[in-house]
T-cell receptor, first 114, second 110 residues
Framework: EAGVAQSPRYKIIEKRQSVAFWCNPISGHATLYWYQQILGQGPKLLIQFQNNGVVDDSQLPKDRFSAERLKGVDSTLKIQPAKLEDSAVYLC????????????FGPGTRLTVL | RKEVEQDPGPFNVPEGATVAFNCTYSNSASQSFFWYRQDCRKEPKLLMSVYSSGNEDGRFTAQLNRASQYISLLIRDSKLSDSATYLCVVNKGGGNMLTFGGGTRLMVKP
């Protein structure tokens, strides 16, 4: 069974530039999550989708971050404009339904903002 | 107070040792608890769920203490391959969003 796919794996940008990350969850998984993991910390949930609807985006900095999950499958996370403190690994995860189910993580996108 | 707190470590132990980690959580309404393992520069992976009655999977034992609001992970007969960061995960206030602790780093030495 294919796992969660993410691209790109690495991205280096200058501050104030824009960047977008893509995630393809495991087939059949209704719930998709985006996490931000800063070095030395645990993952922090940014947004959770159930199919193509948003369940929770309370920790998403909406002035610069946006995410969508068109057709309830793939998802994109965008940062515009990026700040130095956005340097982190952005992890996408999926699960069959919700938080009571095991979450399967993709390899992440490592973002460096200079 | 953080929602989920862990001692960041590192815990440095010799092969064959027994090591235990604790994790405390702040929301008494939390219902689901997990331990995830994260290797260096890799994604987190589920190690085990934590049930009210406690559960064991080979060398790993997880316990839940609702009264004191903490969960624990015990690793017996540590292997070099157990070296990783162990993330305590709690569902958020009875809903279905998960909150991760900062992780406890374990280093098993020969």
């Amino acid at each position: 069974e294919a796992g969660v796919a993410q691209s790109p794996r690495y991205k280096i940008i200058e501050k104030r530039q824009s960047v977008a990350f893509w995630c393809n969850p495991i087939s059949g998984h209704a719930t998709l999550y985006w996490y931000q993991q800063i070095l030395g910390q645990g993952p922090k949930l940014l947004i959770q989708f159930q199919n193509n609807g948003v369940v929770d985006d309370s920790q998403l900095p909406k002035d610069r971050f946006s995410a969508e999950r068109l057709k309830g499958v793939d998802s994109t996370l965008k940062i515009q404009p990026a700040k130095l403190e956005d340097s982190a690994v952005y992890l996408c995860a999926s699960s069959l339904r919700g938080g009571y189910n095991e979450q399967f993580f993709g390899p992440g996108t490592r973002l460096t903002v200079l | 107070r953080k929602e989920v707190e862990q001692d960041p470590g590192p815990f440095n132990v010799p092969e064959g040792a027994t090591v235990a980690f604790n994790c405390t959580y702040s929301n008494s309404a939390s219902q689901s608890f997990f331990w995830y393992r994260q290797d260096c520069r890799k994604e987190p992976k589920l190690l085990m769920s934590v049930y009210s009655s406690g559960n064991e999977d080979g060398r790993f034992t997880a316990q839940l203490n609702r009264a004191s609001q903490y969960i624990s992970l015990l690793i017996r007969d540590s292997k070099l391959s157990d070296s990783a960061t162990y993330l305590c995960v709690v569902n958020k206030g009875g809903g279905n969003m998960l909150t991760f602790g900062g992780g406890t780093r374990l280093m098993v030495k020969p």
